[in-house]
């Protein structure tokens, strides 16, 4: 069975500090994609990145950068200098390679105070 | 915006009701999926459909029942409403195996 445990249920910064979320997940299989989500206040979940598994390279996109470590079975997302706007709830999501579902953690409520 | 849209946005019925939930999805896309989030159980797999044929289904109810049609587009139909069943629908489109890309979400509220 296949797993996505994110422990960090709210984390509350202040503007322009750094905030990592953590993301641990389960699975047997030796291909599989990670991805994070983020869903605003507006509802909407917006794709943030995909990861796979054969790929371990960091990525950085702006602010928001991710460190795929496949030895901790973790995938954390880091957003420097955090902005009011990142207020969100930050999916990390798991699927197999020949599966066809997002299994998705339970999601880290990020608010960010001016 | 990421291309698939789903109506309506807010859906308020009664317990024992049947409602439909409509979607498009982005142009291409051969898949759609279906999610439910709720405050109990999170985000959930519900359905998937690939070019008109379902394709894979997950913790989805026997009162729930889902097609997708020649133009791709995707109903997912809710019957005999129970409270619990308020929740946010989403649904997703992919070419294939790969990015899902959700839409808006549809709001249900039971009442």
């Known amino acids: 069975a296949q797993k996505v445990t994110q422990a960090q249920t709210e984390i509350s910064v202040v503007e322009k500090e750094d905030v990592t979320l953590d993301c641990v997940y389960e699975?047997?299989?030796?291909?599989?994609?990670l991805f994070w989500y983020k869903q605003p206040p507006s509802g909407e979940l917006v794709f943030l990145i995909r990861?796979?598994?054969?790929?371990?390279q960091n990525e950085i996109s702006g602010r928001y950068s991710w460190n795929f470590q496949k030895s901790t079975s973790s995938f954390n997302f880091t957003i420097t200098a955090s902005q009011v706007v990142d207020s969100a709830v930050y999916f990390c999501?798991?699927?197999?390679?020949?599966?066809?579902?997002?299994?998705f953690g339970a999601g880290t409520t990020v608010t960010v105070r001016a | 915006d990421s291309g698939v849209t789903q109506t309506p946005k807010h859906l308020i019925t009664a317990t024992g009701q049947r409602v439909t939930l409509r979607c498009s999805p982005r142009?291409?896309?051969?898949?759609v999926y279906w999610y439910q989030q709720s405050l109990d159980q999170g985000l959930q797999f519900l359905i998937q459909?690939?070019?008109?044929?379902?394709?894979a289904k997950g913790n989805i109810l026997e009162r729930f029942s889902a097609q997708q049609f020649p133009d791709l587009h995707s109903e997912l139909n809710l019957s005999s409403l129970e409270l619990g069943d308020s929740a946010l629908y989403f649904c997703?489109?992919?070419?294939?195996?790969?990015?899902?890309?959700f839409g808006p979400g549809t709001r249900l509220t039971v009442l």
């Open positions: 997703a489109s992919s070419p294939e195996l790969n990015t899902q890309y």
């Open positions: 699975t047997r299989d030796t291909t599989y994609y």
């Open positions: 990861r796979n598994s054969f790929d371990e």
């Open positions: 459909y690939y070019n008109g044929e379902e394709r």
């Open positions: 999501a798991l699927r197999r390679s020949n599966d066809y579902k997002l299994s």
């Open positions: 142009s291409g896309d051969l898949s």
